[in-house]
Nanobody, 126 residues
């Protein structure tokens, strides 16, 4: 069993951009559906974006549609979250998750994911 490792978080001003990366050490992401979730002290972990195992389908939370893009690169064994037009409400710890079940659609429920990374902090200042 591999380990998911996120990177790319940081501090950015409102309107700025960041790209998060998540790689799997000790395994391959090829057959996994992947998702990004975020959490703040005030809120439970919430769905942000997900991509099916074959990259054929993606799903986004309404709050990030048109601003965030999830992508998967099997050659690099990584999944990415490109974030544009960031707002203070996007602040949180972002977690990468892997779903080992082959599904036609991306999993948007955190309970459907088997493996989780440790998270990376994203802070958007106003």
């Amino acid at each position: 069993q591999g380990r998911l490792i996120e990177s790319g978080g940081g501090l950015v001003q409102a309107g700025g951009s960041l790209t998060l990366s998540c790689g799997l050490e000790g395994g391959t992401l090829r057959r996994y559906g992947l998702g990004w979730f975020r959490q703040t002290p005030e809120k439970e972990r919430e769905f942000v974006a997900a991509i099916s195992h074959n990259s054929a389908a993606t799903s986004y939370a309404d709050s990030v549609k048109g601003r965030f893009t999830i992508s998967k690169d099997n050659a690099r064994n990584s999944v990415y979250l490109q974030m544009r037009s960031l707002q203070p409400e996007d602040t949180g710890v972002y977690f990468c998750a892997a779903d080992s079940t082959i599904r036609p659609s991306p999993m948007v429920d955190a309970r459907g994911y088997n493996y989780w990374g440790q998270g990376t902090q994203v802070t958007v200042s106003s």
